[in-house]
């Protein structure tokens, strides 16, 4: 099920016009939305705190940003559908890289049912793509995400998610997921202030086990790591098991987050 | 005028699917060609190589290269048109980063009128968005621009271009253009092995004056330059004579090779 939704318009067709700035550079964010099976979204909030971070980061005007929040907000959860796509881009522009602040932003919605919670462990490993950093976009779920698609791409066949560094060899993220280790007893999950996304299930992590450590590490620490966990708003929180080939153990504290995060869509 | 061309499938009507990896994901690439008044390209191969290039570091398969190429290629010039706009995405994909080698490639084709061609001298100054570097994606004219974006709106008042940087302090283009400097009486332009497009003038004035060097250099030197020129398909070869509130020469085989970039197309 699809939507569209031109802020201050109202909804349209299913289709985007060739000129959207989303198709033409990228010029835009998306939030991905897990819903409970009323069709609420528990973490809304903290998708729509996400999202107007990244609309003024991509330098939005105040009034769009309003407009944005507005349409977003104004979003009928259909019954029965489990998740949700929100997609934002600046909107139908003229030629070229310059944009008018008063370009009228677009809303897209498409609902579609999550995958079933799972407690199966992942397989991960490390992947070959290096991340660049670029500390005005990093945090935000832009759709400049060429990186993520290439680093997918080349997946070993038996993963479930990968390792992203950058070139100073810091742990970044997973390609679809933000990561978090536990070293001598203490858990720990990269800063995300020059690469990298700042999701939803990592910030409700933070916010409800502040004995939880915002510091940077390498991929070294991983090999001798008690715990490592990937975490996304669809999947929610899973246990990595075999990193890089290497058995890694299943952390108590890891299978609790993953229930308390499940919970919350019951 | 606008028409959109599923590879192998043929024209289509002219907006996208919400789906399209393009919008989601900036998963593509694109040309921007100057036509003369025949409707005939003449750097036309170059375009077609640059975006093969594009296509392959991009991982799309051996196929879908070949299917764009085609559609590409077949593209009617609309008599008095003088530019166009290709855009090719990765097509309408599943959920996810992840892409089926089979997937099929979307070609959009969008005509418009080029600018005249001017000799007025550029002012210029330095941008505050530092490029990210990511040699994996470096030289390609791929979709995710928000870096330039970002640069073109944070342009002053009177500026026509920005020289814009990486982390390291090195030069590595315009917002919207290539950048060559006259040093110590010799031409040189920056590598572009780790950020940047290789713009396609950039090549024909490597390929027609074999005396101008491919080497780095930085912001320091820009300001005793004898000459800088920015060169992009659209405006041609352009002198900049204010750069940061310092005045520069126009130097003489900047003129000539303005002249003859635009006899190309008489």
């Known amino acids: 099920m699809k939507f569209n939704y031109q802020a201050g318009n109202g909804w349209q067709s299913d289709s985007q016009e060739f000129d959207d700035r989303g198709q033409q550079f990228?010029?835009?964010l998306f939030e991905t939305v897990r819903l409970d099976?009323?069709?609420v979204a528990p973490l809304w909030q903290m998708h729509i705190e996400r999202l107007a971070l990244g609309l003024k980061a991509l330098r939005f005007s105040d009034a769009a940003v309003e407009l944005v929040l507005h349409a977003v907000d104004s979003i009928?959860?259909?019954p029965g559908m489990t998740a949700c796509k929100l997609l934002v881009t600046?909107?139908?522009?003229l030629r070229g890289y310059g944009f008018s602040p008063d370009l009228m932003p677009l809303v897209t919605v498409r609902y579609f049912n999550a995958p079933e919670f799972s407690t199966s462990p992942y397989v991960a490993g490390t992947s070959d793509v290096v991340l660049s950093t670029q500390p005005l976009l990093a945090?935000?779920?832009?759709?400049?995400?060429l990186e993520q698609v290439l680093a997918r791409d080349s997946f070993d066949a038996e993963w479930n998610e990968c390792i992203m560094l950058d070139s100073s060899g810091i742990v970044i993220e997973g390609c679809m997921s933000n990561v978090f280790v536990k070293l001598d007893g203490r858990w720990l999950t990269p800063e995300i202030t020059s690469s990298g996304i700042n999701g939803v299930v990592?910030?409700?992590?933070?916010d409800t086990n502040p004995e939880i450590n915002v510091q940077n590490f390498g991929l070294p620490e991983l090999n001798s790591a008690q715990g490592l966990i990937f975490t996304n708003s669809l999947v929610g929180i899973r246990s990595c098991h075999i990193f890089d080939s290497q058995t890694l153990d299943v952390a108590p504290e890891a299978k609790r987050w993953q229930?308390?995060?499940q919970e919350m869509f019951e």
């Open 37 to 39: 099976g009323h069709g």
């Open 202 to 206: 990592r910030r409700w992590l933070l």
């Open 259 to 261: 229930l308390a995060y």
């Open 26 to 28: 990228g010029d835009g």
């Open 90 to 93: 600046r909107g139908v522009g």
């Open 139 to 145: 945090g935000h779920k832009h759709l400049n995400r």
């Open 76 to 78: 009928a959860h259909p």
